[in-house]
């Protein structure tokens, strides 16, 4: 059980250090070879703070909520699973508005010298919904545009194409190979297998 928590602690330390700018301590969730997979950054942990930074600095509002966490622990080894929100906020056609996505993130977590590091971080995009902040504002979008997108994140990634990032469009959702594929890495990382999730 102290495992465990240890496990969700550092789930929580992401989230409330990302979303404070503690950059400092943000460095220290992620082991060495640590990569993100977001919709808008696929990088090593050091390019996806970097490009954090420069998009704080920038005025991109992402912050996250987190709910209920599933650990898994085999050896130094687990994988944790944990009920989230993301919210960013931006114009979208001159309208302000908040896209909402729902989902879990699933972590590759290692028990290194200095204690656990997330290895790989690989959110699952469940759904997600687009609000004026305004309600007394009228929205249109571009269904071609929002079209391209999977159901599961698809006003997210309008919203982030919108503001200049180049959205990946194939990330796992609630259910489909992508997401049964990192069920299957994750359980090989628990056996002790080699992570070769594929991006």
Not at 2 to 16: D, F
Not at 32 to 39: D, K, L, N, S, V
Not at 53 to 70: M, N, T
Not at 168 to 173: E, F, R, S, V, W
Request: aromatic fraction near 10%; charged fraction near 25%.
């Amino acid at each position: 059980m102290l495992r465990r928590l240890q496990v969700m602690e550092l789930v929580q330390n992401w989230a409330v250090w990302r979303d404070a700018g503690d950059w400092e301590r943000f460095r220290t969730v992620w082991a060495p070879e640590g990569r993100m997979m977001a919709t808008w950054c696929q990088a090593p942990a050091e390019g996806f703070i970097k490009a954090s930074q420069e998009g704080w600095a920038k005025g991109v509002s992402i912050l996250h909520f987190l709910g209920g966490c599933s650990v898994d622990i085999e050896g130094r080894r687990a994988i944790a699973q944990t009920k989230m929100t993301i919210s960013q906020r931006a114009p979208v056609q001159g309208v302000v508005v908040d896209v909402v996505c729902t989902g879990r993130f699933y972590d590759f977590v290692e028990e290194r010298e200095d204690g656990w590091k997330i290895v790989l971080r690989q959110p699952i995009y469940e759904k997600d919904r687009m609000d004026p902040v305004n309600p007394a504002e009228r929205l249109e979008l571009d269904p071609e545009l929002l079209g391209r997108f999977p159901e599961g994140y698809r006003h997210l990634a309008y919203l982030q194409t919108g503001i200049g990032y180049e959205v990946k469009t194939d990330m796992p959702g609630l259910k489909g190979e992508k997401v049964t594929a990192l069920y299957a890495a994750g359980a090989a990382w628990l056996r002790g297998g080699t992570l070769d999730w594929e991006e």
